[in-house]
C-alpha cells in the first residue's frame, strides 16, 4: 500500500525514478480500487452509462495525473524519456512496447534522471551493490507472469461485473435474473414497453447490453444491434405472426447458436444468437415454440 500512497504524493513529480515494485503496486490497488468503486456504484444505482459509474468516474479522473507521473518515473528508471509515454496511443503494437518498458528493469546506475532507486537496499529481494546476496528475479517470469496474472484478474473482475449487471452477462439471463440496470435500460431506449414482462435475454455486446441484444417477452420476440452510425435497429415478431424457427448454425462453447424466426409473411423473418452456456441457447428457444403453440391454439379458439 506505501507504493501506492507514494504514488500519490509524488503525483505531479514527473522527474527522478520509480522501480518496477512502485509501478505495478500502484497499478494493482489501483485496478482494485476502481473495481470496488464500481460494485458500489451498482449497488447503489450510481451508474449513468454502459459501465460508467460515479464514483468510478471520479476515481478515474483523480488518478489520472498520478498514473502518468509514475509511468514516467518508471521509463526514467530504465534510462527513457517521460516521452515514450506516449508510444502507448499507438494502436495495438504501442500498448504492448509500453508493456515492455514497464516490466524491463532498473537501470543499474545512475542515469541522467537521477540514483538507481534500488540502490538503498531497502528493498530485499533485489540484486545491487549494497545487498550482494540477494538474486535478480529472471526477467522473462516478468513478461509471462504479469500479463498473465492482469489477464486472469481481468477476466475475474469482468465476471463479477457482468453478475451485477454493469457488463452483459456471458450467458442467456431469465427474466428473474435480469439486472434491473439493464432492464430500465430496455425500457428507457423502447426495446420494450414499460409492463412488459422479459422471458430470456442474452447480448453479445462486450461493454454494453445496447451493442446487441435477443430477447423474449410475453409477447413478442425481439433482435436488436447498434449499427455504424451507433443507431439502434429494433426488429421484432409478434407470435401470431411467427410461422416457424429454424437453427442456422448450432454453437460451442466458443461460439453462439443462430435460429431464424420466420413469419408467415414472405421474407420476413429476423435472426437470434444465444449463448449455448448452461443451455441457455435451448430454453430460449423451447420458451419461443411454446409461445408460438399457445398463439394458434388461440387463433382455432377464437374462430
Known sequence: MNWYLDALKNYAVFKGRSQRKAYWFFQLVSLTIAILLAVIDAATGNVYGPGLGLLTGLYTLAIIVPAISV????????????????????????????????????????????????????????ENAENP???????????????????????????????????????????????????????????IDEGETVEYFYSQGLLSILEDGNLL????????FENDENELEIYELYF???????????????????YQVNAYEEDVWLQVFLSTEARGDVRFIEALENKIDKARLEAVFSE
Open 71 to 126: 509511468t514516467v518515473r518508471r521509463l526514467h528508471d530504465s534510462g527513457r524519456s517521460g516521452w515514450w509515454c506516449f508510444i502507448g496511443l499507438v494502436p495495438i503494437i504501442g500498448g504492448f512496447v509500453l508493456l515492455i518498458f514497464m516490466v524491463l528493469d532498473s537501470d543499474p546506475n545512475a542515469n541522467v534522471y537521477g540514483p538507481n532507486p534500488k540502490s538503498s537496499g531497502s528493498n530485499p529481494g533485489f
Open 133 to 191: 546476496d540477494s538474486r535478480t528475479v529472471p526477467l522473462w517470469r516478468y513478461f509471462v507472469g504479469i500479463p498473465a496474472g492482469l489477464i486472469i484478474f481481468s477476466l475475474t473482475a469482468y465476471g463479477l461485473l457482468a453478475g451485477i449487471g454493469i457488463f452483459p452477462s456471458t450467458e442467456v439471463l431469465a427474466g428473474a435474473k435480469l439486472p434491473d440496470s439493464q432492464l430500465q435500460t430496455l425500457v428507457s431506449e423502447n426495446i
Open 217 to 224: 417477452t410475453d409477447r413478442r420476440v425481439i433482435s436488436f
Open 240 to 258: 401470431p405472426e411467427i410461422y416457424n424457427v429454424e437453427l442456422l448454425h448450432q454453437g460451442s462453447s466458443l461460439e453462439d447458436s443462430v
